[in-house]
């Protein structure tokens, strides 16, 4: 009989593919986290394409060389699995060290070749990977159905299994521990295979090697291209606080020698100082601050004037005391501002638990406890889902478009999704948003804003055309403006009105000091949810 029909009666290594499989499967969804890290999250896709390339070049090696396989099937089994317990680290850092940027791919030829070869390294582990699974649906053949079964329970267990690693362990440390899975998957080889008991000791040693690797040189290094490099590059800026989770790495950043002044829509005449902040940063990028408060935010009103002078502030001059909901709450601008402005209720609602923790307990006495204060409940929920499931009615919906800020400042934004904005769920933002604007003659506006009033009814007309929107796919040739624009349009226009608008309190009283509004290039919100333009 010969060898290969000797390996296809024979029992495959089961428990080895399946650890395999989990080890590949958690290296491909580890990777669209580390380069969310280093460059920018839409790479995720192109570690979708090298994946694939990597199991298709590894059928293609397979079928070209398998009368030289077949004879040293077992050991080429071991072998690859080893290999891609090694070059899954390796690969990846030489990946990260080459001088490749998206942002000038464009005017530098260069790039192109930079490219490739972060091609090629990502490219290398699966198809080690790839190749000992392919040899055992080639030799293995009539075991080939629950070969595949376990291949299957592998990867979906890697799937799942690798976001509770990175709860647990960081990006670095998550990549060490495939490693080590991987490891294990070519001694448990060994065994199933009955292979040379020296070469399972060798991998045993690669085993704990790899756990030896000095802390240094498991390093991420972000494009300097990213928000929080550009930070770091000030003089005196230090990193004090790292958090990490399958939803972003948080990276909390001091600068006291050059001090953060980030209030998105801050008016140009506005002449106050804003207090000490600390910002935090999501995986390099998407900025967020936490303002110094000292105890009470209502006995520092002074010190938090700079709130009145922010464009979201517009809405608060127009209702008295509004139910608010606040969505993507973060470093918790958003809630201090309803508080400043004494809202009766606010529903603040924030994806990462790890944010809250940090503004909520971490640096709650840096905040002023806004997050436990009476008026304001905390929800760690996605945006969305929370209003889809919630029935309440509020006066105010401000929703941090941070994305768009980001996406002013160098395009890539072009390509994130966000299942916040599309039409759906817009109508679903429009029902939770009670029609509560007040008329021309109502008592809690002041005089002289009657600019403040045709923005308000333009915008309660807008968004009952909103909640009654028939929410259909359009079609591509129709030109008919889409809900988004009608809102920023209608915005734009209402603001023409306002040449000068006085500050109204919230007593109904006009304050003395006249402030002049700019549009930002990215609004964060105004009275409802401001959709940007879907799909």
Not at 70 to 80: A, E, G, M, R, S
Not at 92 to 103: E, G, N, R, T, V
Not at 169 to 195: R, Y
Not at 388 to 401: F, G, K, P, T, W
Request: charged share 15%; proline share 5%.
């Amino acid at each position: 009989m010969s060898q290969e029909q000797t390996l296809s009666t024979a029992r495959p290594p089961f428990i080895a593919i399946a650890m395999l499989s989990f080890a590949a499967l958690s290296y491909e969804v580890l990777l669209t986290r580390l380069f969310s890290i280093i460059q920018w999250h839409h790479f995720a896709y192109m570690i979708i394409s090298v994946a694939l390339l990597g199991y298709g070049a590894s059928g293609a090696l397979i079928t070209i060389f398998q009368d030289w396989i077949k004879n040293q099937v077992k050991t080429l089994f071991v072998i690859n699995i080893a290999l891609f317990s090694v070059f899954s680290v390796v690969c990846f850092f030489i990946a990260q060290a080459l001088p490749f940027s998206p942002l000038e791919i464009l005017w530098d030829t260069n790039q192109w070749v930079w490219l490739f070869l972060v091609y090629l390294c990502l490219f290398l582990p699966f198809l080690f990977a790839a190749t000992s699974l392919g040899l055992v649906y080639r030799f293995f053949y009539y075991r080939i159905g629950p070969a595949y079964a376990a291949d299957l329970f592998g990867a979906g267990i890697g799937a799942l299994g690798i976001i509770v690693v990175l709860f647990i362990l960081s990006p670095t440390q998550a990549l060490i521990f495939i490693s080590s899975i991987g490891f294990l998957a070519a001694i448990v080889a060994c065994f199933e295979l009955k292979i040379n008991g020296l070469v399972s000791w060798l991998l045993v040693l690669l085993l704990f090697a790899s756990w030896s690797i000095p802390e240094h040189w498991l390093v991420l290094v972000p494009s300097i291209y990213k928000a929080e490099s550009q930070t770091l590059n000030i003089k005196g800026t230090k990193i004090i606080e790292h958090r990490s989770s399958p939803l972003g790495l948080l990276n909390v950043v001091e600068s006291p020698d050059v001090p953060f002044r980030y209030a998105p829509g801050l008016s140009l005449n506005a002449d106050t100082e804003l207090p000490s902040q600390i910002a935090i940063f999501t995986d390099g990028d998407s900025m967020t601050v936490v303002n110094r408060v000292e105890g009470d935010v209502n006995d520092n009103r002074e010190s938090l004037q700079f709130i009145s002078h922010m464009m979201s502030a517009l809405p608060y001059q127009i209702l008295h005391k509004p139910d608010v909901l606040v969505l993507g709450a973060g470093g918790g601008t958003d809630v201090l501002q309803g508080l400043y402005y004494q809202a009766r209720h606010i529903d603040a609602v924030e994806l990462n638990p790890q944010v809250v923790d940090l503004v909520s307990k971490k640096y709650a006495e840096y905040s002023g406890n806004i997050y436990d204060n009476k008026s304001v409940d905390l929800h760690v929920a996605d945006a969305r889902a929370y209003v889809n499931r919630s029935d309440e009615h509020y006066d105010l919906i401000q929703l941090a478009l941070l994305d768009s800020f980001n996406a002013s400042s160098a395009g890539l934004y072009s390509l994130n999704e966000s299942y916040l904005y599309t039409v759906e769920a817009v109508a679903a933002l429009a029902r939770a948003w009670e029609m509560a604007l007040p008329s021309m003659s109502d008592p809690t506006i002041g005089k002289g804003s009657s600019g403040l009033t045709a923005c308000s009814n333009s915008a309660r007309t807008c968004f009952k055309s909103l909640s009654s929107y028939s929410f259909q796919r359009p079609n591509p040739k129709d030109c008919r403006p889409r809900p988004g624009a009608m809102c920023r349009a209608i915005m734009a226009a209402s603001m023409r009105n306002v040449p000068e608008p006085h500050m109204a309190s919230t007593s109904g009283e006009v304050l003395s000091q006249p402030v002049s509004w700019r549009m930002p290039a990215a609004s964060t919100s105004l009275i409802g949810a401001w959709p940007r333009s879907t799909r």
